[in-house]
Nanobody, 129 residues
Framework: QVQLVESGGGLVQSGGSLRLSCAPSGFPVHHYTFAWVRQRPGKEREGVSCFGHSDDSTAYSNAVKGRFTISRDDAKNMVHLQMNDLTPEDTGVYYC??????????????????????WGQGTLVNVSS
């Protein structure tokens, strides 16, 4: 059974850092593109970052570029999102869905139907001011 488990969320003060992790089960992490998608309170889900399975390409939304870094650890079969200089605007639930397509900025920001396949339960990030 294919599953995704996100972890690493929590409460942090503005300006702080968190490292999110995504652990897939049932498949090797390098077989799929992984993204981080967040849902902030009262807002729609938005793509934050992605890591391409075929060429290790990465993409970031303008809101997080320069502050967040996505990485993949094939040895541990995990994907991470290092989040620095957090602000209250980063508060939300973070998910790490998979995709069979590549990591493209345009798809991250405006994903076509069924671009993202498997989803986990998400991990909550709460940044206090």
């Amino acid at each position: 059974q294919v599953q995704l488990v996100e972890s690493g969320g929590g409460l942090v003060q503005s300006g702080g850092s968190l490292r999110l992790s995504c652990a897939p089960s049932g498949f090797p992490v390098h077989h799929y593109t992984f993204a981080w998608v967040r849902q902030r309170p009262g807002k729609e889900r938005e793509g934050v970052s992605c890591f391409g399975h075929s060429d290790d390409s990465t993409a970031y939304s303008n809101a997080v570029k320069g502050r967040f870094t996505i990485s993949r650890d094939d040895a541990k079969n995990m994907v991470h999102l290092q989040m620095n200089d957090l602000t209250p605007e980063d508060t939300g639930v973070y998910y790490c869905p998979t995709s069979r397509a590549s990591c493209w900025y345009s798809y991250l920001i405006n994903p076509p139907d069924k671009y993202f396949e498997t989803w986990g339960q998400g991990t909550l990030v709460n940044v206090s001011s």
